[in-house]
C-alpha cells in the first residue's frame, strides 16, 4: 500500500479495509503490482457462474466434484495489486488498529463471501502469481500441507449449523460490487463483522459456546456503527449525560466534547442497541420450518426479550466465566421440514447447570440465519442504488425451484436476505 505523492495521508482521510482500498486504487487507475491466486477452502458445493469480476478480484468457480463431507478448494480469487501489499510499511508513530480484524485481504474476501454465502470459508495460500517475471500464465507457487486449513469438529455428531453445508450459488457474492460505494468507516465495521461471522460458522460444530460470543460481537459491531449514523457520539453523549456533556465543554471546548464522546458512547446503552439493530433488520422467518411445538415465535413480543436474554448470556460468559448455556449449543434435531428452532421440554440440567426453557429462547443455528440476514439487511440499506442485482441472476433464480430442505430466503432486492438452507443452491439472497 505504497502512498503516492498526490494521496492523501491516513491521518487526512479515513482508511478502509484491505479489499477497499485496492478497490478504489484500482477505480484511480493506479498500477498493478502483479497479481496473485489463491483458494478459497469451504464445506459447501458451489454453483454457478464459472468466473465473476469484482474490480480487481475475480472469483472463479473451482468446480470441485460433490465428494465426503469435508474441505474442498472449491472457488479461486485472482487478486490484482494496485496497492503493492507486500511492500506496505505503514506509519509507526501512533497505535491505530481501527481496521484491524487479526487477517490479510484474502481473510477479507473469504469473509464476504463466508456472509453473502452463508457458508463456511477460509482463504488459502497463494497458489499462482503473476507479474513481469512470471510470463503471461503466470507462475505456480507451490504450498506446503500446513498451508490446508483443517475444519474443526466432533466427528460422529449431528451439525450445529446445518444450513452452512449443502449448495450455494457463487453468483450471490453480487453485494460485493457495491463495497467501494459504502463510507470508508462503514467498509470497515462490515469486514470486520463479517470476520466474526466467518470464525463463528467455522468453529460452531466444535466450539458452539464461542461461536455465540463470536455471533453476537458481529451484530454489535455492526450496531455501531449504524447507531452512530443515526446518532452522533455527541448527540448520545449530551442526551444520556448532559451535566457531564457541559463540564467537558466548559473544560475543553468543542474538542475535549467531541474526543471524549467518541472514546465512551459505544460502552453506552450496549443491550438496547444490539437489541435495536436485531429488530430493524432481522429477516423474515424461514418458509421451511419445523413442526409448531418446535418453532419459537417470529415477533417482537418473543424476539426481542429473546435477543436481551442472549446479550446477558453473551456478558455472563465474558465477565463472569460462566459458559453459554448447553441446551443453545445443541444440534439441532430435524422435525418435519425443519429443525427444531428452540430446547425441548420445559428445563434442561447437565454438569451442574439447570435452565428452564423461558432462558434459552432459541438454537444457535437460528442465531446465525437472524445475524446474517440482518447484517445483509443493514449492508443493503447503506449501499442505496450501488446495491444492484443482476438481471441474469434474477430470471436464474426465480426459474429454480426451492430445495424441499432450503429455508425461507428473502428478496435480494427486497429488504429480507436470510442465509441458505442445508440444501438449498440459492444462498442467502434471492427472489
Same mark, same amino acid.
Given at each position: 500500500?505504497?502512498?503516492?505523492?498526490?494521496?492523501? #495521508?491516513?491521518?487526512?482521510?479515513?482508511?478502509?479495509?484491505?479489499?477497499?482500498?485496492?478497490?478504489?486504487?484500482?477505480?484511480?487507475?493506479?498500477?498493478?503490482?502483479?497479481?496473485?491466486?489463491?483458494?478459497? =477452502?469451504?464445506?459447501?458445493?458451489?454453483?454457478?457462474?464459472?468466473? #465473476?469480476?469484482?474490480?480487481?478480484?475475480?472469483?472463479?468457480?473451482?468446480?470441485?466434484?460433490?465428494?465426503?463431507?469435508?474441505?474442498?478448494?472449491?472457488?479461486?480469487?485472482?487478486?490484482? /495489486?494496485?496497492?503493492?501489499?507486500?511492500?506496505?510499511?505503514?506509519?509507526?508513530?501512533?497505535?491505530?488498529?481501527?481496521?484491524?480484524?487479526?487477517?490479510?485481504?484474502?481473510?477479507?474476501?473469504?469473509?464476504?463471501?463466508?456472509?453473502?454465502?452463508?457458508?463456511?470459508?477460509?482463504?488459502?495460500?497463494?497458489?499462482?502469481?503473476?507479474?513481469?517475471?512470471?510470463?503471461?500464465?503466470?507462475?505456480?507457487?507451490?504450498?506446503?500441507?500446513?498451508?490446508?486449513?483443517?475444519?474443526?469438529?466432533?466427528?460422529?455428531?449431528?451439525?450445529?449449523?446445518?444450513?452452512?453445508?449443502?449448495?450455494?450459488?457463487?453468483?450471490?457474492?453480487?453485494?460485493?460490487?457495491?463495497?467501494?460505494?459504502?463510507?470508508?468507516? #462503514?467498509?470497515?465495521?462490515?469486514?470486520? !463483522?463479517?470476520?466474526?461471522?466467518?470464525?463463528?460458522?467455522?468453529?460452531?460444530?466444535?466450539?458452539?459456546?464461542?461461536?455465540?460470543?463470536?455471533?453476537?460481537?458481529?451484530?454489535?459491531?455492526?450496531?455501531?456503527?449504524?447507531?452512530?449514523?443515526?446518532?452522533?457520539?455527541?448527540?448520545?453523549?449530551? !442526551?444520556?449525560?448532559?451535566?457531564?456533556?457541559?463540564?467537558?465543554?466548559?473544560?475543553?471546548?468543542?474538542?475535549?466534547?467531541?474526543?471524549?464522546?467518541?472514546?465512551?458512547?459505544?460502552?453506552?446503552?450496549?443491550?438496547?442497541? =444490539?437489541?435495536?439493530?436485531?429488530?430493524?433488520?432481522?429477516?423474515?422467518?424461514?418458509?421451511?420450518?419445523?413442526?409448531?411445538?418446535?418453532?419459537?415465535?417470529?415477533?417482537?413480543?418473543?424476539?426481542?426479550?429473546? =435477543?436481551?436474554?442472549?446479550?446477558?448470556?453473551?456478558?455472563?460468559?465474558?465477565?463472569? &466465566?460462566?459458559? =453459554?448455556?448447553?441446551?443453545?449449543?445443541?444440534?439441532?434435531?430435524?422435525? &418435519? /421440514?425443519?429443525?427444531?428452532?428452540?430446547?425441548?421440554?420445559?428445563?434442561?440440567?447437565? /454438569?451442574?447447570?439447570?435452565?428452564?426453557?423461558?432462558?434459552?429462547?432459541?438454537?444457535?443455528?437460528?442465531?446465525?440465519?437472524?445475524?446474517?440476514?440482518?447484517?445483509?439487511?443493514?449492508?443493503?440499506?447503506?449501499?442505496?442504488?450501488?446495491?444492484?442485482?443482476?438481471?441474469?441472476?434474477?430470471?436464474?433464480?426465480?426459474?429454480?425451484?426451492?430445495?424441499?430442505?432450503?429455508?425461507?430466503?428473502?428478496?435480494?432486492?427486497?429488504?429480507?436476505?436470510?442465509?441458505?438452507?442445508?440444501?438449498?443452491?440459492?444462498?442467502?439472497?434471492?427472489?
Amino acid at each position: 500500500m505504497t502512498r503516492h505523492d498526490d494521496e492523501p #495521508t491516513p491521518k487526512q482521510r479515513s482508511s478502509g479495509p484491505f479489499i477497499y482500498e485496492n478497490w478504489k486504487a484500482y477505480e484511480d487507475e493506479k498500477p498493478s503490482a502483479g497479481a496473485i491466486e489463491f483458494p478459497i =477452502f469451504t464445506d459447501a458445493e458451489l454453483l454457478g457462474a464459472l468466473s #465473476t469480476d469484482y474490480g480487481p478480484y475475480t472469483l472463479m468457480n473451482g468446480l470441485a466434484w460433490p465428494g465426503p463431507p469435508g474441505l474442498r478448494s472449491a472457488a479461486f480469487i485472482r487478486l490484482h /495489486d494496485h496497492l503493492q501489499l507486500r511492500s506496505h510499511v505503514p506509519e509507526m508513530d501512533e497505535t491505530d488498529a481501527s481496521r484491524y480484524h487479526g487477517g490479510d485481504i484474502g481473510d477479507e474476501i473469504a469473509a464476504l463471501l463466508s456472509l453473502c454465502l452463508g457458508m463456511r470459508a477460509v482463504a488459502g495460500a497463494v497458489t499462482r502469481e503473476f507479474g513481469r517475471r512470471h510470463g503471461p500464465h503466470g507462475q505456480p507457487k507451490g504450498a506446503s500441507a500446513i498451508a490446508v486449513p483443517a475444519l474443526p469438529g466432533r466427528p460422529g455428531r449431528s451439525p450445529v449449523l446445518p444450513s452452512v453445508r449443502g449448495m450455494k450459488l457463487l453468483n450471490l457474492a453480487f453485494p460485493l460490487s457495491s463495497l467501494p460505494r459504502l463510507p470508508a468507516q #462503514t467498509a470497515v465495521a462490515l469486514v470486520q !463483522a463479517a470476520r466474526l461471522y466467518q470464525e463463528a460458522v467455522w468453529i460452531a460444530d466444535s466450539e458452539p459456546g464461542l461461536a455465540w460470543i463470536f455471533m453476537v460481537s458481529a451484530v454489535e459491531r455492526v450496531a455501531e456503527e449504524w447507531r452512530a449514523g443515526k446518532d452522533p457520539p455527541v448527540a448520545r453523549l449530551s !442526551a444520556s449525560r448532559p451535566s457531564l456533556a457541559k463540564r467537558l465543554l466548559k473544560a475543553g471546548g468543542s474538542q475535549l466534547l467531541n474526543q471524549v464522546a467518541k472514546e465512551i458512547t459505544s460502552f453506552m446503552g450496549a443491550t438496547s442497541k =444490539f437489541v435495536d439493530f436485531l429488530d430493524t433488520f432481522a429477516p423474515a422467518p424461514p418458509r421451511q420450518r419445523p413442526a409448531k411445538h418446535a418453532q419459537i415465535p417470529w415477533e417482537p413480543a418473543y424476539l426481542r426479550p429473546a =435477543f436481551e436474554k442472549i446479550y446477558e448470556w453473551r456478558s455472563e460468559a465474558l465477565h463472569a &466465566g460462566i459458559a =453459554f448455556p448447553f441446551p443453545m449449543c445443541e444440534a439441532p434435531a430435524k422435525d &418435519g /421440514d425443519g429443525y427444531a428452532e428452540k430446547p425441548g421440554g420445559l428445563a434442561s440440567a447437565i /454438569d451442574g447447570g439447570v435452565w428452564v426453557t423461558a432462558d434459552v429462547p432459541m438454537l444457535l443455528h437460528v442465531f446465525e440465519y437472524i445475524v446474517s440476514g440482518s447484517i445483509l439487511r443493514w449492508w443493503k440499506s447503506v449501499a442505496g442504488d450501488a446495491w444492484v442485482v443482476p438481471e441474469a441472476l434474477k430470471r436464474a433464480l426465480e426459474e429454480r425451484k426451492p430445495s424441499a430442505a432450503s429455508h425461507d430466503e428473502g428478496s435480494p432486492s427486497g429488504p429480507n436476505p436470510p442465509p441458505a438452507g442445508p440444501a438449498s443452491p440459492q444462498g442467502p439472497l434471492q427472489p
